[in-house]
Nanobody, 116 residues
Framework: QVQLVESGGGLVQAGGSLRLSCAAS????????LGWFRQAPGKERELVAA????????YYADSVKGRFTISRDNAKNTVYLQMNSLKPEDTAVYYC?????????WGQGTQVTVSS
């Protein structure tokens, strides 16, 4: 089993940066694909960025390409989301996800608010 705890959210002005972290427990963390999702009020949860077990393959939603970077440190059981050039439309609760086969785990979420 994997437990995920996000941190690093907060309030930032448009154009600013934040770095989200997701610390995981569990011996098999390095086997999991990892992703960051977000959910804005009244909207469905959407995948923002993801990476495979080694971090060598990544995916980004079109809306964040060139601005967000996902990375992972398997030695620290942590995945990061570096968010630059933030926009008000990036405001949402951000969730960390770990997936292996049909098994998936979620963190509790961290609020990111971007003011204009």
């Amino acid at each position: 089993q994997v437990q995920l705890v996000e941190s690093g959210g907060g309030l930032v002005q448009a154009g600013g940066s934040l770095r989200l972290s997701c610390a995981a427990s569990g011996r098999t963390f390095s086997s999991y694909a990892l992703g960051w999702f977000r959910q804005a009020p009244g909207k469905e949860r959407e995948l923002v960025a993801a990476c495979n077990w080694s971090g060598s393959n990544t995916y980004y939603a079109d809306s964040v390409k060139g601005r967000f970077t996902i990375s992972r440190d398997n030695a620290k059981n942590t995945v990061y989301l570096q968010m630059n050039s933030l926009k008000p439309e990036d405001t949402a609760v951000y969730y960390c996800n770990a997936a292996l086969g049909i098994t998936a785990y979620w963190g509790q979420g961290t609020q990111v608010t971007v003011s204009s």
